[in-house]
């Protein structure tokens, strides 16, 4: 009977997580993937096929990880903007992955098309009923909802240089401020007097 791969595999996704969070798809190593997991680059392959197509699972994981550790609830964009800063200070590699997905990777995940087609539903609905701004798109709108959850990550270091004389010194308020920022942002504008 053949050894049991859950663990070597479990090791592998692991590895392969960290390795494509820290250089994306392309500067990923496959050697260094197996190194890290303590298993041969021939697993990898067996296991999960080629850098690409592991690249693309690690995405779709940890995209459904965090999709289900965030309640879409009735604040929608609000609550949602704050949940997705602390599931991503507390998942680092996540923003980074999803950065990587979107320079490196110009297609569609399923997974991830369906968790977002849920949540755009949800604010197509709140628009309908005048609850956020509907001059925006619903998939536009949570584009640049997301956008403003990662705006002080994919910001330029020379802009991050002077965040100790301009910016905030502590998580809590640049939660604070993303929150406050995107409630600001999806209040539907003031009827014209």
């Known amino acids: 009977m053949p050894p049991d791969a859950t ?15 820290r250089y994306g798809l392309a500067g990923a190593r496959v050697d260094r993937i197996a190194e890290n997991a303590a298993a041969n ?3 990898i392959y067996m296991h999960f096929g080629t850098k690409e197509e592991l690249f693309d699972l690690v995405h779709a994981q940890v995209f459904l990880e965090v999709a289900a ?3 879409f609830g009735e604040e929608h964009l609000i609550g949602y903007a704050g949940d997705l800063f602390d599931r991503l200070e507390k998942w680092p590699h996540v923003r980074r992955l999803y950065l990587w997905a979107g320079l490196e990777r110009e297609q569609a995940y399923e997974p991830e098309v369906a968790g977002y087609r849920d949540r755009l539903v949800a604010i197509t609905r709140a628009q309908q009923e005048g609850r956020i701004r509907s001059d925006i798109p619903a998939a536009e709108l949570m584009a640049m909802v997301i956008g403003i959850v990662i705006s002080w990550e994919s910001a330029a270091w020379s802009l991050k240089a002077l965040q100790p004389e301009f910016g905030f010194d502590d998580v809590a308020s640049r939660r604070a401020a993303v929150v406050s920022a995107v409630a600001g942002f999806v209040r539907p504008p003031a009827p014209d007097a």
Do not use: P
């Not at 090791?11 to 969070?21: G, P, S, T, V």
């Open 41 to 43: 680059k021939r697993s």
């Open 69 to 71: 550790s965030i309640t």
């Open 7 to 21: 663990d070597t595999k479990r090791r592998l996704m692991k590895a392969a997580i960290d390795e494509f969070a």
